[in-house]
């Protein structure tokens, strides 16, 4: 690969990965040339036409394309004009900052038409991290006829496709680049140029107090994961403290410095405050809390996983190098992930021994890939089916030879068995757990299309074949490894390190339809857990076929009173989500059937209706329209929350219930009992949050906890202040709560 190519992907993951989940939300303004600047003495500057790459401009004796981020040249005393080939985009008076509204003309229809041409244009076919236009781009644009935006859409559209021989994207692109160009790519400018700034903060650890068994067990636990990495100085713990430019003290002979193992000794303290073991919150938003006594009915007891990110740490599209500007693109608990998750089902079957109530079904609410290789798939379906376990790509590694006493593996590298959702004797039933995706299910890295086909642009083949370009990428003998935070994004591919790694074909890339095909395949026969195709069964029965971007479904649980409505939510052009008018109209039809049958109704999608940009609104207007609908379960941003979304009526209310992230801290289950109180005719949702635990605080998934722990400190004193465990972990009301509603006289007169 190129340097241009590497270029060209480099920066759209910049450009594009704020979007991944949880790593909050800032806005930058745009600074307006000075006033000064048409009396002064003329002089050229530099401009900024943000997220727009590669297209040609013109300033009086200033002339070039836009780079990576956007940047052109400018007279003071000249305008500005911008264009791809003989097309002239628009022409205006230059300032710091120009958006597409200051190119734009004065039709009503003009930017809207601006809009789609340029995502019709686009390199990548991924609008939400901006237009990119490359040099065969421009090539094939050389000598074209200028097209006029002034126009009605209609209009527009006819002489544009004739123009550029292809369809005209949707006002969906659209709407996708003006959300990215509003929202996403502002925060990666000021992110990068508070870089400088973060280098003078200065860091503490916290104060604690720490016995000296703690200490002990502090210096095994750090010792262990120095040593859990196949290059020499690259394990996790050394990573994110290079990445946050944040000095590592593991011991001091100063008894009144504090150190990692006072960060450590905070973390064990605080995981008590987080659990089961924590007070339940009472939440009477919609209904008061029925009096104790009553004819109360158990109604659905289920499991709520999210956000995964399984992520093959030895793949070489892994961007660990963006992490101190881009905090969601790098997880330093990312490699112990399936240990995690196979400790929280394994603490589960203990949870559901010790309250003697089973778990009826488990849904996961998307983003079970991170990369979005086949490997991560197969690792995400496994480790909830059972079966032997090898989250080891490439080479066969084992930086820490053998394992644990007990057998247990002691690096992340160690092949395991998992217990899987089954039930592992006869006092345990199949947990049955169903799959909704994800923006990280089918786009690489949360972001990119996988296409297969070239596409035409003015009478003229384009190789955009995404798949190839991916998979050449991903299975291929060398890694982009390391980085100096200190870079910016201009020079940021001067800081990539080359390292050789083993060719892995299970590093393919997957499209959202093709994870669907696999969740009906088990790799061990012996461990298959329910149901067959974990949903996917359902979409072919109910929508015909399995469709990128229409894995919708529903079902209904085993008793016949909750009705499940999953959503497929990704938009399939970024990392946000979107709902079409067709797709809300199934939702209308799923949820009236519902309320025709007396049922209960729980909505899931991976995104918040806050981060679903294309009728996010008009999705909670709907559910609001019913008053069986109970709650929605969401995710995406990798926090745990819960919003009382009112109604007209309390009963027309209905709680939505965001649950955070197995990758990010504080990495948690969370398990919902409902039950229904006859006499009070008021319905309780029983939120319980779960920590994984381990016999022992030095295995893999333990130290991956606390690797979580120290990413979300460290970030909050470095990278995103404001943003860090509080932030993940939500307030004691959006974790073990009472959350009550009233319910519908024609689901009582079920009971």
């Given at each position: 690969?190129?340097?241009?190519?590497?270029?060209?992907?480099?920066?759209?993951?910049?450009?594009?990965?704020?979007?991944?989940?949880g790593?909050?939300?800032?806005?930058?303004?745009?600074?307006?040339?000075?006033?000064?600047?048409?009396?002064?003495?003329?002089?050229?500057?530099?401009?900024?036409?943000?997220?727009?790459?590669g297209?040609?401009?013109?300033?009086?004796?200033?002339?070039?394309?836009?780079?990576?981020?956007?940047?052109?040249?400018?007279?003071?005393?000249?305008?500005?004009?911008?264009?791809?080939?003989?097309?002239?985009?628009g022409t205006?008076?230059?300032?710091?900052?120009?958006?597409?509204?200051?190119?734009?003309?004065?039709?009503?229809?003009?930017?809207?038409?601006?809009?789609?041409?340029?995502?019709?244009?686009?390199?990548?076919?991924?609008?939400?991290?901006?237009?990119?236009?490359?040099?065969?781009?421009?090539?094939?644009?050389?000598?074209?006829?200028?097209?006029?935006?002034?126009q009605?859409?209609?209009?527009?559209?006819?002489?544009a496709?004739?123009?550029?021989?292809?369809?005209?994207?949707?006002?969906?692109?659209?709407?996708a680049?003006?959300?990215?160009?509003?929202?996403?790519?502002?925060?990666?400018?000021?992110?990068?140029?508070?870089?400088?700034?973060?280098?003078?903060?200065?860091?503490?650890?916290?104060?604690?107090?720490?016995?000296t068994?703690?200490?002990?067990?502090?210096?095994?636990?750090?010792?262990?994961?120095?040593?859990?990495?196949?290059?020499?100085?690259?394990s996790?713990?050394?990573?994110i403290?290079?990445?946050t430019?944040?000095?590592?003290?593991?011991?001091?002979?100063?008894?009144?410095?504090?150190?990692?193992?006072?960060?450590?000794?905070?973390?064990?303290?605080?995981?008590?405050?987080?659990?089961?073991?924590?007070?339940?919150?009472?939440?009477?938003?919609?209904?008061?809390?029925?009096?104790?006594?009553?004819?109360?009915?158990?109604?659905?007891?289920?499991?709520?996983?999210?956000?995964?990110?399984?992520?093959?740490?030895?793949?070489?599209?892994?961007?660990?190098?963006?992490?101190?500007?881009?905090?969601?693109?790098?997880?330093?608990?990312?490699?112990?992930?399936?240990?995690q998750?196979?400790?929280?089902?394994?603490?589960?079957?203990?949870?559901?021994?010790?309250i003697?109530?089973?778990?009826?079904?488990?849904?996961?609410?998307?983003?079970?890939?991170?990369?979005?290789?086949?490997?991560?798939?197969?690792?995400?379906?496994d480790i909830?089916?059972?079966?032997?376990?090898?989250p080891?790509?490439?080479?066969?590694?084992?930086?820490?030879?053998?394992n644990?006493?007990?057998?247990?593996?002691?690096?992340?590298y160690?092949?395991?068995?998992?217990?899987?959702?089954?039930?592992q004797?006869?006092?345990?039933?199949n947990?049955?757990?169903?799959?909704?995706?994800?923006?990280?299910?089918?786009?690489?890295?949360?972001?990119?299309?996988?296409?297969?086909?070239?596409?035409?642009?003015?009478?003229?083949?384009?190789?955009?074949?995404?798949?190839?370009?991916?998979?050449?990428?991903?299975?291929?003998?060398?890694?982009?490894?390391?980085?100096?935070?200190?870079?910016?994004?201009?020079?940021?591919?001067?800081?990539?390190?080359?390292?050789?790694?083993?060719?892995?074909?299970?590093?393919?890339?997957?499209?959202?339809?093709?994870?669907?095909?696999?969740?009906?395949?088990?790799?061990?026969?012996?461990?298959?857990?329910?149901?067959?195709?974990?949903?996917?069964?359902?979409?072919?029965?109910?929508?015909?076929?399995?469709?990128?971007?229409?894995?919708?479904?529903?079902?209904?649980?085993?008793?016949?009173?909750?009705?499940?409505?999953a959503?497929?939510?990704?938009?399939?052009?970024?990392?946000?989500?979107?709902?079409d008018?067709?797709?809300?109209?199934?939702?209308?039809?799923?949820?009236?059937?519902?309320?025709?049958?007396?049922?209960?109704?729980?909505?899931?999608?991976?995104?918040?209706?806050?981060?679903?940009?294309?009728?996010?609104?008009?999705?909670?207007?709907?559910?609001?329209?019913?008053?069986?609908?109970?709650?929605?379960?969401?995710?995406?941003?990798?926090?745990?929350?819960?919003?009382?979304?009112?109604?007209?009526?309390?009963?027309?209310?209905?709680?939505?219930?965001?649950?955070?992230?197995?990758?990010?801290w504080?990495?948690?289950?969370?398990?919902?009992?409902?039950?229904?109180?006859?006499?009070?005719?008021?319905?309780?949702i029983?939120?319980?949050?779960?920590?994984?635990?381990?016999?022992?605080?030095?295995?893999?998934?333990?130290?991956?906890?606390?690797?979580?722990?120290?990413?979300?400190?460290?970030?909050?004193?470095?990278?995103?202040?404001?943003?860090?465990?509080?932030?993940?972990?939500?307030?004691?009301?959006?974790?073990?709560?009472?959350?009550?509603?009233?319910?519908?006289?024609?689901?009582?007169?079920?009971?």
């Amino acid at each position: 690969m190129n340097k241009f190519s590497l270029s060209i992907l480099f920066s759209s993951i910049l450009l594009a990965t704020a979007g991944c989940g949880g790593s909050g939300s800032s806005s930058s303004g745009s600074a307006a040339g000075s006033s000064d600047d048409q009396t002064a003495e003329p002089q050229t500057k530099s401009g900024k036409l943000l997220g727009l790459s590669g297209f040609s401009y013109e300033s009086g004796s200033e002339e070039g394309t836009t780079s990576d981020d956007g940047q052109f040249q400018y007279r003071t005393d000249q305008e500005v004009t911008f264009s791809l080939g003989g097309i002239i985009l628009g022409t205006t008076t230059p300032k710091d900052y120009i958006t597409l509204e200051d190119i734009a003309g004065d039709h009503p229809d003009a930017l809207s038409n601006l809009q789609r041409f340029l995502v019709t244009v686009d390199y990548d076919l991924s609008p939400m991290n901006g237009i990119v236009v490359t040099s065969v781009i421009r090539s094939a644009a050389k000598g074209s006829a200028n097209l006029n935006f002034n126009q009605s859409s209609e209009s527009f559209t006819v002489e544009a496709e004739a123009l550029l021989q292809t369809e005209l994207k949707s006002q969906l692109h659209a709407d996708a680049l003006q959300h990215s160009l509003k929202n996403l790519l502002p925060q990666i400018e000021e992110r990068n140029t508070q870089v400088q700034a973060r280098l003078l903060r200065t860091f503490t650890y916290p104060s604690a107090t720490v016995s000296t068994e703690l200490a002990e067990e502090a210096q095994s636990v750090f010792d262990l994961m120095l040593q859990n990495t196949v290059n020499e100085g690259e394990s996790a713990l050394e990573l994110i403290f290079s990445a946050t430019n944040t000095p590592l003290v593991l011991s001091s002979d100063d008894p009144e410095e504090n150190t990692l193992t006072d960060l450590y000794a905070q973390y064990k303290n605080h995981l008590v405050d987080i659990g089961k073991e924590a007070p339940f919150v009472d939440r009477e938003d919609f209904a008061s809390k029925p009096a104790d006594g009553g004819d109360v009915v158990s109604a659905h007891h289920l499991l709520v996983m999210s956000d995964f990110q399984m992520r093959d740490e030895e793949s070489p599209l892994n961007v660990n190098i963006l992490k101190s500007i881009i905090p969601a693109s790098y997880y330093p608990a990312s490699a112990h992930i399936t240990y995690q998750v196979d400790d929280m089902i394994r603490t589960l079957r203990d949870y559901e021994s010790d309250i003697n109530k089973p778990i009826d079904m488990a849904i996961f609410t998307g983003d079970l890939l991170d990369i979005g290789g086949y490997n991560e798939a197969r690792w995400g379906i496994d480790i909830l089916d059972g079966g032997d376990i090898n989250p080891d790509s490439g080479a066969d590694d084992d930086p820490i030879a053998g394992n644990f006493d007990d057998g247990k593996p002691n690096d992340t590298y160690d092949a395991f068995t998992a217990i899987g959702l089954n039930g592992q004797d006869d006092t345990q039933a199949n947990i049955p757990w169903y799959y909704v995706p994800g923006n990280h299910d089918g786009l690489v890295l949360g972001n990119f299309p996988i296409t297969d086909n070239d596409f035409n642009l003015f009478g003229k083949k384009i190789a955009i074949d995404t798949r190839t370009f991916f998979d050449n990428m991903a299975t291929a003998s060398f890694s982009l490894q390391g980085f100096d935070p200190t870079f910016s994004f201009i020079n940021l591919l001067n800081a990539i390190v080359y390292s050789d790694i083993p060719e892995d074909p299970d590093r393919r890339v997957l499209r959202p339809n093709e994870i669907a095909e696999e969740m009906f395949i088990s790799k061990d026969p012996a461990f298959v857990s329910e149901p067959v195709g974990h949903g996917m069964q359902h979409v072919i029965d109910q929508q015909g076929e399995l469709k990128d971007g229409n894995l919708h479904y529903s079902f209904t649980s085993n008793n016949g009173l909750i009705k499940h409505i999953a959503i497929d939510s990704s938009m399939l052009l970024g990392p946000e989500g979107m709902l079409d008018l067709a797709e809300m109209a199934w939702i209308v039809q799923e949820l009236q059937a519902a309320q025709n049958a007396g049922q209960l109704v729980i909505v899931s999608s991976h995104h918040k209706p806050k981060d679903i940009i294309i009728n996010g609104g008009l999705l909670i207007e709907t559910l609001n329209q019913y008053p069986n609908v109970i709650a929605h379960l969401v995710a995406h941003s990798h926090e745990n929350r819960i919003l009382p979304r009112a109604g007209a009526t309390d009963e027309l209310g209905y709680w939505e219930i965001e649950s955070g992230s197995m990758v990010n801290w504080p990495q948690q289950f969370r398990v919902l009992d409902i039950s229904i109180d006859k006499d009070s005719g008021v319905g309780t949702i029983k939120s319980t949050m779960l920590n994984h635990e381990s016999e022992s605080p030095l295995h893999v998934a333990q130290r991956g906890r606390f690797l979580s722990y120290l990413e979300r400190y460290l970030e909050d004193h470095i990278l995103l202040p404001g943003d860090g465990i509080g932030a993940t972990e939500g307030a004691a009301e959006d974790r073990n709560t009472f959350l009550y509603f009233k319910v519908p006289a024609n689901v009582l007169a079920r009971l």
